[in-house]
């Protein structure tokens, strides 16, 4: 688990770019077909970069409030996927994309 304030991810580039590189080696036990899912500025902000960096596919979970954009998850599938985020505190990030990724996207599980 990687824990980052969001402040730091969205506005220090060090940091942002610290936290990338430790996604990066943590995504390393995995096979490349295994992609990303993430949600959020700051899920976004590690996921998508992190995705490109290891040549993975990405989906993006919307938050519930997020009606404006479309679809619930988009970007790519992926039949496993691993979710980046920022912070775990509560857990209800990671249950909300689980429990929309089980909803939306067919035949697909988390690692």
Excluded at 54 to 74: D, L
Excluded at 77 to 82: E, F, S
Excluded at 86 to 102: H, K, N, P, Q
Aim: charged share 25%; proline share 4%; aromatic share 8%.
């Amino acid at each position: 688990m990687l824990i980052t304030s969001y402040h730091d991810l969205a506005f220090d580039l060090e940091q942002r770019q610290a936290t990338i590189e430790r996604v990066v080696e943590k995504l390393a036990a995995y096979p490349a077909s295994v992609g990303i899912v993430c949600t959020g500025l700051s899920g976004i902000l590690i996921g998508v970069p992190a995705a490109d960096a290891t040549k993975r596919q990405f989906a993006i979970v919307r938050k519930p409030n997020e009606k404006s954009h479309g679809w619930p998850v988009e970007g790519y599938r992926m039949k496993d996927y691993v979710i980046v985020d920022d912070f775990i505190s509560r857990g209800d990030t990671v249950r909300y994309v689980l429990e929309t990724m089980a909803k939306h996207v067919t035949g697909v599980r988390c690692r």
